[in-house]
């Protein structure tokens, strides 16, 4: 485990950052962030094009992707191209930008991408189950107070620790406690 | 540590300001939003006239609620069939706000305009949807439906009304409250009025943006 | 009076720009607190580096204080901010299991696209695993949406609703809490960085 990285922003000055773009957003937009509902209109509108019989038999589809105008024309879509952006821009001020892979230095890296992909698909179903993720329910939901945000919060939490002992392998080094 | 010390400090503190300054009442909402709301009832989209208030009464396809915002003694002298009469302080109490129906029209009236304006106001802050005021209020709706004058109305007379004080001008021998023959009018025999539809169709559940869900 | 119109007052091309500014804001602001690196995120839930619960509940204070303040001041409209409506318990499920995820896969969707745009490796497998999860939902939603669409649902409640406390009291509380799982935290990982520091020497 690291303890201090170097050129990595101070935590609470990156929250309080981060806290001053989401007031932004709930003055400008009268709501928060997202992330995941801008991923799951792509995957919805993939679907659509690959197989749009089926999008007819699916009233979620529908719903996803069948709405007045182009479904990728939502500010989910938009947002999430800033993400990326930013995740870009920030990754060249700071040197951190050049292909690689992050694990736990007691596994490969192969098994290091099929648990990514394996979490991935887990959380794509949790986020979708919860309509939402870190970004709009956590964070966004949180500031304004919504009960439902707060349970889907400790709720996260409590996932995330509870499992985390049994997949320690994944990220700790030795010593398994 | 210092820094850390001076924001957890500035942090509470701007919650204990919070906390004492409390949050803006309905009233003062109105009032900083004063200019907006004024203009908006000067464009005349949410008053309904009394016709159209009838036809949206005998159309069962439609939600409504019709709350009257007069004196509980105008109210049991006369008042429209299935209205409700809704004490000022109510229009401020956020429970009472939340438990409103959904996909309803709400239709306010007095009896002329400027108590039923006011009480739309404060409905309108508090993010009311499908919200009305019924133009002419109960004076408009008497000179049409009641009976002493005569059917012959021009729609002029109702908008004539707005300015009015919005005291009750027809007279009634006894209190009938919703047992006048005017509180429930017969559509086949009423005067035809031509009106400008103002009354926007309540579409499915229109979902705010925000969120991923 | 905030929150604008802003399709009214710059068009919809505009707006969206705006989107796009805002997710600039906000991925950057991931990417800078180390979120582009799953070992950061995962690192939280091993208790020896808290930086997601510090950045996370950093941000939620001063979004929360700021609006609550420009809101008593008079120039937003805190009622027409969208509240995330309450589903309990699809909420509580997603949650778990979106937490799972999490510390499998080691990002969440927005700190995975800033990994991908980092060109992570990693990140681009978490996305295409999200892909995944969201498509085996869609397919087999249909069953269960009764739960999905009314199990719980209470509509937008706040927390003030839910414990009959005005805004206020709900806001210091949050900072309490907030202010006392920071100190918790540094405690936790001054901790584990004085026995590792100490298993070292042996």
Same mark, same amino acid.
């Given at each position: ?34 992330a995941s509902g +801008?991923v799951a209109k792509i995957v919805g509108?993939?679907q659509?094009?690959? /197989? ?6 699916s009233?979620y589809l529908?719903?996803l ?13 938009? #947002? ?20 690689? $892979? ?13 648990a990514a992909f394996a979490g991935g698909a887990i959380a794509g179903f949790g986020v979708r189950l919860a309509r939402g993720c870190t970004?709009s329910q ?6 304004? %107070? ?6 889907f919060?400790?709720s996260v939490?409590?996932g995330a620790?509870?499992l /985390? ?13 | ?10 942090? @509470? ?43 949206? &009464? ?21 008042? &429209?069939?299935?209205?409700?009469? @809704? ?19 709400? @239709? ?49 007379? /109702? ?13 009634? !021998? ?27 169709? &309540?579409?499915? $559940? ?6 991923c869900g | ?51 997601? %619960? ?19 001041? +008079?120039?937003?409209?805190? #009622? ?7 589903h309990?318990w699809p909420g509580i499920l997603g949650g778990f299991i979106f937490g799972v995820g999490f510390v499998i896969g080691g990002y969440c969707p927005?700190?995975a696209?800033? !990994?991908?745009?980092? %060109? ?5 497998f978490f996305v295409l695993g999200l892909g995944a999860g969201m498509f085996v939902f869609g397919e087999t939603i249909d069953g269960w949406r009764?739960f999905w669409?009314?199990s ?19 806001? %210091?509380?949050?900072?309490?809490? /907030? ?8 405690? &936790? ?14």
């Amino acid at each position: 485990m690291t303890r201090k990285q170097k050129g990595y922003m101070n935590p609470y000055v990156a929250g309080g950052f981060l806290g001053v773009v989401l007031f932004l957003s709930f003055v400008l937009f009268g709501h928060g962030l997202g992330a995941s509902g +801008g991923v799951a209109k792509i995957v919805g509108v993939v679907q659509d094009t690959v /197989a749009p019989g089926r999008t007819d038999g699916s009233a979620y589809l529908v719903d996803l992707v069948r709405g007045a105008g182009n479904p990728l024309d939502t500010w989910l879509v938009y #947002e999430i191209l800033g993400v990326m952006i930013g995740g870009f821009l920030s990754g060249i001020l700071s040197g951190r930008l050049r292909p690689e $892979t992050f694990k736990g230095p007691r596994i490969g890296v192969g098994t290091r991408w099929a648990a990514a992909f394996a979490g991935g698909a887990i959380a794509g179903f949790g986020v979708r189950l919860a309509r939402g993720c870190t970004s709009s329910q956590a964070l966004s939901g949180g500031a304004v %107070l919504s009960a439902g945000s707060w349970a889907f919060m400790f709720s996260v939490f409590g996932g995330a620790y509870l499992l /985390a002992y049994f997949v320690r392998r994944l990220w700790t080094e030795g010593d398994a406690r | 540590m210092n820094r850390k010390r001076v924001a957890a400090l500035v942090a @509470v503190a701007a919650a204990v300001g919070l906390l004492l300054m409390g949050r803006p009442t309905v009233e003062e909402r109105v009032s900083a939003r004063a200019p907006e709301l004024q203009s908006r009832l000067e464009t005349r989209r949410v008053h309904i006239h009394p016709a159209e208030l009838l036809d949206v &009464i005998n159309n069962y396809n439609t939600r409504l609620r019709i709350v009257d915002v007069r004196d509980e003694s105008d109210f049991n002298l006369f008042h &429209i069939l299935d209205s409700v009469r @809704v004490p000022w302080a109510r229009l401020q109490d956020p429970a009472w706000v939340r438990a409103l129906p959904t996909h309803t029209v709400t @239709v306010l009236v007095s009896n002329d305009e400027r108590r039923a304006e006011e009480a739309w106001k404060r409905l309108a802050v508090q993010n009311v949807p499908h919200l009305y005021v019924l133009e002419g209020g109960i004076n408009g709706w008497l000179d049409l439906y009641g009976e002493a004058p005569t059917g012959a109305v021009s729609s002029g007379s /109702a908008a004539g009304h707005a300015a009015g004080d919005d005291t009750l001008r027809h007279g009634f !021998s006894a209190a009938l409250g919703s047992r006048h023959p005017a509180s429930d009018p017969d559509p086949l025999h009423a005067p035809r009025v031509e009106y400008e539809r103002k009354v926007k169709p &309540i579409g499915p $559940t229109v979902r705010k943006a925000g969120g991923c869900g | 009076m905030m929150p604008l119109d802003l399709n009214a007052l710059v068009g919809h091309t505009g707006q969206n720009l705006f989107y796009v500014l805002t997710g600039i804001g906000f991925g950057f602001a991931l990417e800078q607190a180390g979120f582009g690196n799953a070992r950061n995120l995962a690192a939280q839930f091993y208790l020896k580096d808290m930086r997601v %619960l510090k950045v996370m509940f950093s941000a939620i204070v001063t979004a929360m204080l700021l609006l609550y303040w420009a809101g008593a001041l +008079g120039w937003v409209e805190v #009622e027409r901010v969208f509240v995330n409506p309450t589903h309990l318990w699809p909420g509580i499920l997603g949650g778990f299991i979106f937490g799972v995820g999490f510390v499998i896969g080691g990002y969440c969707p927005g700190t995975a696209l800033v !990994s991908l745009s980092t %060109l992570k490796l990693d990140g681009l497998f978490f996305v295409l695993g999200l892909g995944a999860g969201m498509f085996v939902f869609g397919e087999t939603i249909d069953g269960w949406r009764a739960f999905w669409d009314r199990s719980g649902f209470y509509g937008e409640v706040t927390l003030m609703q839910v414990f009959g406390l005005p805004a206020g009291v709900v806001v %210091l509380a949050v900072v309490l809490m /907030a202010l006392g799982m920071f100190f918790g935290a540094e405690k &936790i990982e001054a901790y584990f960085a004085r026995r590792d520091a100490e298993g070292g020497r042996r």
